[in-house]
Protein backbone atom coordinates (compact mmCIF):
# COMPACT_ATOMS: atom_id res chain seq x y z
CA UNK A 1 0.00 0.00 0.00
CA UNK A 2 1.57 3.45 -0.88
CA UNK A 3 1.60 5.87 1.95
CA UNK A 4 1.95 9.44 2.08
CA UNK A 5 1.48 11.79 4.59
CA UNK A 6 -1.20 14.22 5.55
CA UNK A 7 1.11 17.57 5.27
CA UNK A 8 0.90 18.44 8.93
CA UNK A 9 2.00 14.86 9.82
CA UNK A 10 4.88 15.43 7.91
CA UNK A 11 5.72 17.92 9.47
CA UNK A 12 5.55 16.92 12.63
CA UNK A 13 7.66 13.63 11.34
CA UNK A 14 10.18 15.37 10.33
CA UNK A 15 10.24 17.78 13.51
CA UNK A 16 10.75 14.49 15.49
CA UNK A 17 13.79 13.52 12.96
CA UNK A 18 15.29 16.97 13.49
CA UNK A 19 15.34 16.60 17.14
CA UNK A 20 17.10 13.84 17.21
CA UNK A 21 14.56 11.94 18.54
CA UNK A 22 15.71 8.31 20.22
CA UNK A 23 14.20 4.97 18.96
CA UNK A 24 12.39 3.14 22.05
CA UNK A 25 14.53 0.26 21.54
CA UNK A 26 17.71 1.96 22.42
CA UNK A 27 16.49 3.12 25.80
CA UNK A 28 15.58 0.83 29.20
CA UNK A 29 12.08 1.06 30.03
CA UNK A 30 12.50 3.34 32.41
CA UNK A 31 13.90 5.85 30.30
CA UNK A 32 11.40 5.38 28.04
CA UNK A 33 8.64 5.84 29.83
CA UNK A 34 9.85 9.06 30.79
CA UNK A 35 10.51 10.36 27.12
CA UNK A 36 7.05 9.33 26.30
CA UNK A 37 5.74 11.51 29.79
CA UNK A 38 7.76 14.31 28.38
CA UNK A 39 6.79 14.21 24.68
CA UNK A 40 2.59 15.03 26.05
CA UNK A 41 3.56 18.87 26.95
CA UNK A 42 4.71 19.06 23.36
CA UNK A 43 1.67 17.13 21.38
CA UNK A 44 -1.19 17.29 23.78
CA UNK A 45 -3.74 19.58 22.95
CA UNK A 46 -5.48 22.38 25.70
CA UNK A 47 -7.84 19.55 27.44
CA UNK A 48 -11.51 20.79 28.00
CA UNK A 49 -12.94 21.61 31.00
CA UNK A 50 -14.97 18.94 32.92
CA UNK A 51 -17.14 18.91 36.33
CA UNK A 52 -14.40 17.23 37.86
CA UNK A 53 -11.55 14.70 38.00
CA UNK A 54 -10.67 12.27 40.81
CA UNK A 55 -8.15 10.14 41.55
CA UNK A 56 -9.81 5.94 42.32
CA UNK A 57 -8.16 3.05 43.81
CA UNK A 58 -9.42 -0.36 42.19
CA UNK A 59 -8.89 -3.48 44.25
CA UNK A 60 -7.46 -6.69 42.53
CA UNK A 61 -5.85 -9.93 43.12
CA UNK A 62 -3.06 -8.22 41.81
CA UNK A 63 -3.17 -5.72 44.23
CA UNK A 64 -4.57 -2.42 44.16
CA UNK A 65 -4.89 0.00 40.66
CA UNK A 66 -4.18 3.18 40.06
CA UNK A 67 -7.42 4.74 38.26
CA UNK A 68 -8.79 8.13 37.26
CA UNK A 69 -12.50 9.20 37.18
CA UNK A 70 -13.62 11.99 34.45
CA UNK A 71 -17.30 13.19 34.63
CA UNK A 72 -17.54 16.29 31.97
CA UNK A 73 -19.53 19.29 32.33
CA UNK A 74 -22.96 17.86 30.27
CA UNK A 75 -23.38 14.40 31.20
CA UNK A 76 -25.99 11.82 29.68
CA UNK A 77 -27.95 10.04 32.03
CA UNK A 78 -30.94 8.24 32.54
CA UNK A 79 -32.44 7.46 35.76
CA UNK A 80 -29.51 9.44 37.75
CA UNK A 81 -27.30 6.59 36.35
CA UNK A 82 -24.47 7.48 33.13
CA UNK A 83 -22.94 5.31 30.89
CA UNK A 84 -19.01 5.01 31.31
CA UNK A 85 -15.63 4.31 29.05
CA UNK A 86 -12.97 2.21 30.84
CA UNK A 87 -10.25 3.49 28.82
CA UNK A 88 -7.03 1.28 28.59
CA UNK A 89 -3.81 3.68 27.30
CA UNK A 90 -1.53 2.78 25.03
CA UNK A 91 2.30 2.10 25.46
CA UNK A 92 2.82 -1.11 24.26
CA UNK A 93 2.21 -2.72 27.44
CA UNK A 94 5.58 -0.99 28.62
CA UNK A 95 4.85 3.20 28.32
CA UNK A 96 2.36 5.03 29.07
CA UNK A 97 0.52 5.87 32.56
CA UNK A 98 -2.40 8.22 33.60
CA UNK A 99 -1.21 11.41 33.12
CA UNK A 100 0.23 10.68 29.15
CA UNK A 101 -3.22 9.72 28.31
CA UNK A 102 -5.02 12.49 30.82
CA UNK A 103 -6.05 14.75 28.05
CA UNK A 104 -7.15 11.86 26.08
CA UNK A 105 -9.27 11.00 28.13
CA UNK A 106 -10.62 14.18 29.09
CA UNK A 107 -11.73 14.84 25.31
CA UNK A 108 -13.41 11.42 25.47
CA UNK A 109 -15.67 12.03 28.05
CA UNK A 110 -16.77 15.58 27.10
CA UNK A 111 -17.23 14.94 23.29
CA UNK A 112 -19.24 11.29 24.46
CA UNK A 113 -20.84 13.08 27.52
CA UNK A 114 -19.84 10.26 29.61
CA UNK A 115 -18.11 9.01 32.44
CA UNK A 116 -14.31 7.92 31.59
CA UNK A 117 -12.62 5.94 33.87
CA UNK A 118 -8.88 5.18 32.86
CA UNK A 119 -6.82 2.69 34.48
CA UNK A 120 -3.42 2.26 35.14
CA UNK A 121 -2.67 -1.35 34.66
CA UNK A 122 0.40 -2.93 35.68
CA UNK A 123 3.45 -2.71 33.13
CA UNK A 124 6.15 -5.22 31.57
CA UNK A 125 8.72 -6.09 31.81
CA UNK A 126 8.53 -5.67 35.69
CA UNK A 127 5.00 -7.44 34.88
CA UNK A 128 4.78 -9.74 31.94
CA UNK A 129 1.43 -11.25 30.04
CA UNK A 130 -0.80 -11.67 31.54
CA UNK A 131 -0.69 -9.20 33.85
CA UNK A 132 -1.80 -6.22 32.23
CA UNK A 133 -4.86 -8.42 30.64
CA UNK A 134 -5.75 -9.58 33.93
CA UNK A 135 -5.98 -6.09 35.38
CA UNK A 136 -7.87 -4.86 32.22
CA UNK A 137 -10.74 -7.54 33.57
CA UNK A 138 -10.48 -6.68 37.37
CA UNK A 139 -10.71 -2.90 36.74
CA UNK A 140 -13.86 -3.65 34.51
CA UNK A 141 -15.15 -6.37 36.87
CA UNK A 142 -14.31 -3.69 39.78
CA UNK A 143 -16.40 -0.92 37.74
CA UNK A 144 -19.54 -3.21 37.03
CA UNK A 145 -19.84 -3.98 40.75
CA UNK A 146 -19.49 -0.49 41.84
CA UNK A 147 -21.24 0.80 39.44
CA UNK A 148 -24.28 2.29 41.76
CA UNK A 149 -21.58 4.04 43.90
CA UNK A 150 -20.10 5.49 40.60
CA UNK A 151 -23.36 6.73 39.02
CA UNK A 152 -22.77 4.13 36.24
CA UNK A 153 -25.48 2.57 34.01
CA UNK A 154 -24.04 -1.01 33.87
CA UNK A 155 -26.46 -1.16 30.56
CA UNK A 156 -24.48 1.20 28.79
CA UNK A 157 -20.46 -0.18 29.98
CA UNK A 158 -18.36 0.37 27.43
CA UNK A 159 -14.23 -0.54 26.92
CA UNK A 160 -11.73 1.12 24.89
CA UNK A 161 -8.30 2.00 24.26
CA UNK A 162 -5.39 3.07 22.09
CA UNK A 163 -2.63 0.67 20.35
CA UNK A 164 -1.88 -2.01 23.60
CA UNK A 165 -4.85 -0.09 25.38
CA UNK A 166 -7.17 -1.09 22.09
CA UNK A 167 -5.64 -5.20 22.58
CA UNK A 168 -6.72 -4.88 26.21
CA UNK A 169 -10.30 -3.20 25.43
CA UNK A 170 -10.89 -6.02 22.84
CA UNK A 171 -9.66 -8.74 25.07
CA UNK A 172 -11.69 -7.29 27.98
CA UNK A 173 -14.87 -7.87 25.66
CA UNK A 174 -14.34 -11.14 24.68
CA UNK A 175 -13.80 -12.30 28.08
CA UNK A 176 -16.90 -10.30 29.00
CA UNK A 177 -19.10 -12.53 26.70
CA UNK A 178 -17.68 -15.34 27.98
CA UNK A 179 -19.25 -14.73 31.62
CA UNK A 180 -15.35 -13.09 32.45
CA UNK A 181 -16.59 -9.61 33.42
CA UNK A 182 -19.69 -7.76 33.31
CA UNK A 183 -21.89 -7.14 30.18
CA UNK A 184 -20.30 -4.60 27.40
CA UNK A 185 -22.44 -3.00 25.15
CA UNK A 186 -19.25 -1.17 23.02
CA UNK A 187 -15.85 -1.08 22.04
CA UNK A 188 -13.34 1.37 21.15
CA UNK A 189 -10.30 0.03 19.18
CA UNK A 190 -8.00 2.75 18.30
CA UNK A 191 -5.59 1.57 16.06
CA UNK A 192 -5.26 -1.67 18.22
CA UNK A 193 -2.61 -4.05 18.57
CA UNK A 194 -4.34 -7.31 17.62
CA UNK A 195 -2.04 -10.23 16.37
CA UNK A 196 1.47 -10.45 17.73
CA UNK A 197 2.68 -13.11 14.89
CA UNK A 198 3.45 -9.42 13.01
CA UNK A 199 2.82 -11.13 9.77
CA UNK A 200 0.83 -8.70 7.91
CA UNK A 201 1.95 -6.86 5.00
CA UNK A 202 1.86 -3.61 6.95
CA UNK A 203 4.59 -4.73 9.17
CA UNK A 204 6.77 -5.14 6.67
CA UNK A 205 5.88 -1.82 4.29
CA UNK A 206 9.01 0.92 5.25
CA UNK A 207 6.50 3.82 4.75
CA UNK A 208 4.69 2.55 7.37
CA UNK A 209 7.75 2.58 9.87
CA UNK A 210 6.90 6.45 11.29
CA UNK A 211 7.91 7.10 14.80
CA UNK A 212 6.70 3.19 15.40
CA UNK A 213 8.66 0.94 13.63
CA UNK A 214 8.58 -2.65 13.33
CA UNK A 215 11.33 -2.96 15.26
CA UNK A 216 9.94 -1.19 18.03
CA UNK A 217 6.89 -3.12 18.28
CA UNK A 218 9.25 -6.13 18.93
CA UNK A 219 10.95 -4.51 21.30
CA UNK A 220 7.49 -4.07 23.11
CA UNK A 221 6.39 -7.51 22.93
CA UNK A 222 10.07 -8.49 24.43
CA UNK A 223 9.42 -7.15 27.34
CA UNK A 224 5.58 -8.35 27.54
CA UNK A 225 5.25 -11.83 26.18
CA UNK A 226 7.28 -14.36 28.16
CA UNK A 227 7.95 -16.85 25.14
CA UNK A 228 6.88 -17.53 21.65
CA UNK A 229 3.96 -19.42 22.74
CA UNK A 230 2.00 -16.25 24.37
CA UNK A 231 1.56 -15.45 20.47
CA UNK A 232 -1.24 -18.24 19.69
CA UNK A 233 -3.43 -16.95 23.31
CA UNK A 234 -6.08 -14.89 22.17
CA UNK A 235 -5.68 -13.17 25.88
CA UNK A 236 -2.53 -11.55 23.81
CA UNK A 237 -3.61 -12.03 20.07
CA UNK A 238 -7.69 -11.09 20.30
CA UNK A 239 -7.39 -11.70 16.34
CA UNK A 240 -6.62 -15.85 17.47
CA UNK A 241 -10.35 -16.20 19.06
CA UNK A 242 -12.00 -19.09 18.72
CA UNK A 243 -14.48 -16.84 17.46
CA UNK A 244 -15.77 -13.05 17.33
CA UNK A 245 -19.13 -13.84 17.40
CA UNK A 246 -21.52 -12.19 20.34
CA UNK A 247 -19.21 -9.32 20.97
CA UNK A 248 -19.95 -6.22 21.03
CA UNK A 249 -20.54 -2.87 18.47
CA UNK A 250 -17.32 -1.68 17.63
CA UNK A 251 -15.56 1.46 16.37
CA UNK A 252 -12.08 0.66 14.88
CA UNK A 253 -9.83 3.07 14.06
CA UNK A 254 -6.39 2.55 12.04
CA UNK A 255 -3.72 5.00 10.39
CA UNK A 256 -2.36 4.68 7.23
CA UNK A 257 1.32 5.12 8.07
CA UNK A 258 1.14 2.49 11.15
CA UNK A 259 2.18 -0.76 11.08
CA UNK A 260 -0.57 -1.95 12.81
CA UNK A 261 -2.85 -1.02 10.23
CA UNK A 262 -3.67 -4.15 8.62
CA UNK A 263 -4.29 -6.09 11.37
CA UNK A 264 -6.66 -3.67 12.50
CA UNK A 265 -8.57 -3.31 9.42
CA UNK A 266 -8.42 -7.17 9.24
CA UNK A 267 -9.91 -6.93 12.64
CA UNK A 268 -12.65 -5.01 11.94
CA UNK A 269 -13.69 -6.52 9.07
CA UNK A 270 -13.46 -9.87 10.98
CA UNK A 271 -15.84 -8.28 13.29
CA UNK A 272 -18.64 -7.54 10.55
CA UNK A 273 -18.03 -10.90 9.37
CA UNK A 274 -19.27 -12.08 12.63
CA UNK A 275 -22.01 -10.63 12.55
CA UNK A 276 -20.65 -7.90 15.06
CA UNK A 277 -21.98 -3.86 13.99
CA UNK A 278 -19.03 -2.14 13.34
CA UNK A 279 -17.38 1.33 12.62
CA UNK A 280 -14.45 1.79 10.64
CA UNK A 281 -12.43 4.29 9.78
CA UNK A 282 -8.95 4.75 8.89
CA UNK A 283 -6.86 8.01 8.61
CA UNK A 284 -4.72 7.29 5.81
CA UNK A 285 -2.56 10.27 6.39
CA UNK A 286 -1.85 9.50 9.37
CA UNK A 287 1.06 7.55 12.10
CA UNK A 288 0.50 5.21 14.89
CA UNK A 289 0.29 7.06 17.70
CA UNK A 290 -1.49 10.50 16.27
CA UNK A 291 -4.55 10.48 18.32
CA UNK A 292 -2.91 12.01 21.12
CA UNK A 293 -1.29 14.81 19.24
CA UNK A 294 -4.04 16.81 18.67
CA UNK A 295 -2.14 19.97 19.79
CA UNK A 296 -0.09 19.55 16.33
CA UNK A 297 -2.57 17.14 14.55
CA UNK A 298 -6.04 18.34 13.84
CA UNK A 299 -7.35 15.05 12.87
CA UNK A 300 -6.74 13.61 16.21
CA UNK A 301 -9.45 16.23 17.14
CA UNK A 302 -11.71 14.87 14.42
CA UNK A 303 -11.22 11.20 15.33
CA UNK A 304 -11.90 12.33 19.30
CA UNK A 305 -15.31 14.09 18.29
CA UNK A 306 -16.20 11.38 15.68
CA UNK A 307 -15.99 8.72 18.37
CA UNK A 308 -17.55 10.94 20.95
CA UNK A 309 -20.34 10.85 18.02
CA UNK A 310 -20.71 7.36 18.02
CA UNK A 311 -20.81 6.81 21.89
CA UNK A 312 -23.33 9.17 21.90
CA UNK A 313 -25.25 6.44 19.78
CA UNK A 314 -25.12 3.50 22.39
CA UNK A 315 -27.83 5.31 24.91
Not at 109 to 138: C, M, N, T, W
Not at 231 to 238: D, L, Y
Request: hydrophobic share 40%.
Amino acid sequence: MSVTLDPDAALVYKAFQDAGRPAYETLTPSEAREYYRQARLVTNPDPPLLKSVEPLAITAPGGTIPARIYRPGTLRQSNGLSPCLVFFHGGGWVIGDLDTHDVVCRKLADEGQLIVISVDYRRAPEHKFPAAVDDAIAATAWVGDHADQLGIDTARLIVGGDSAGGNLAAVVAIAARDGNGPSISGQVLIYPATDFAMTHPSHRELEASILLTHSVIRWFADHYLNDTSDIENWRASPARAKTLAGLPPAYVVTAGADPLRDEGEEYAKRLTDAGVAVTYQTFPGQFHGFFTMGKLLDQANVAARDIGAWLRTLS
